[in-house]
């Protein structure tokens, strides 16, 4: 939040700059200064959009995950969109339907983790993110892959409607 706070205001005194050499030179500068401030909100709204729905896609990734490792079928069936479709690290593909038949209570998984999450494109009723998912097994094997999910805003709520696994080496 510092971060983007302080790049505003770097923003913010380029901005006034290059009004001030404008006005120096006897040069007229209202439209182009309104629509360099109006680029640099919408910027900066973008951003702060960005940062918030990351923030939020990753808390619900973290809760999906949970749930799968518990073998908790109630919450993943809440977070999956019905037009699901999913592929594994092995290529495997499933849709809804499927997931939540095979879901069971991990019980080789000792921990794991949701890193570097990022957001590729959002919209106001999608978003893609990607991130990495590591998993610890009991026998001390570790295991990562990166992911991407596409999230769509349904009723208000955000749904996971498609999943690419890629194993990482």
């Keep these: 939040m510092k971060a983007l706070l302080g790049g505003m205001i770097f923003l913010a005194a380029l901005s ?17 200064t309104n629509t360099n401030t109006q680029r640099q909100i919408t910027s900066a709204n973008s951003a702060g959009e960005r940062e918030a729905l990351t923030v939020e896609l990753m808390k619900i990734e ?7 490792f518990k073998g908790d079928i109630s919450t993943l069936a809440s977070y999956i969109a019905d037009d699901y479709s999913g592929t594994d690290a092995s290529g495997k593909t499933q849709n809804k339907n499927q997931v ?49 999910d596409t999230f769509v805003k349904r009723d208000g709520r955000w749904l996971v409607k498609s999943e690419q696994q890629t194993l990482m080496k």
């Design 16 to 32: 006034l700059c290059n009004l001030s050499e404008k006005m120096k030179s006897g040069g007229s500068t209202n439209t182009n």
């Design 62 to 68: 973290g809760e999906i995950t949970a749930a799968s």
């Design 100 to 148: 939540l038949a095979a879901t069971r209570p991990d019980t080789t998984t000792k921990s794991w983790k949701i890193t570097d999450g990022q957001l590729s494109s959002f919209s106001e009723n999608s978003a893609v993110l990607t991130y990495i998912q590591s998993q610890t097994l009991r026998n001390g094997r570790t295991y990562s892959a990166r992911v991407t």
